[in-house]
């Protein structure tokens, strides 16, 4: 898949959570964002590894 498609799904999964949110209550954003920030820390060890990984290339192809 490339970058184009990818970004342009990410696109249309933002376009519907964003309208989802939009009709939810304020207990309900609360316990998704709840959940996402559980998610995230559950995942923080890949998330950084994944980034350390981004930052070598990076370094690697001399970008700034």
Known sequence: ???V????DLALT??????TLS????AERKAA???IAQAI?????EI???NEKDMARAR????H
Do not use: I, N, P, Y
């Open 33 to 35: 964002l709840e959940a």
């Open 48 to 50: 950084l590894a994944a």
């Open 5 to 8: 498609t990818v970004v342009g």
């Open 60 to 63: 690697t192809e001399g970008m």
């Open 14 to 19: 933002a376009r519907k959570g964003a309208r």
């Open 1 to 3: 898949m490339d970058a």
């Open 41 to 45: 820390e559950s995942r923080s060890e």
């Open 23 to 26: 009709t939810a209550t304020g």
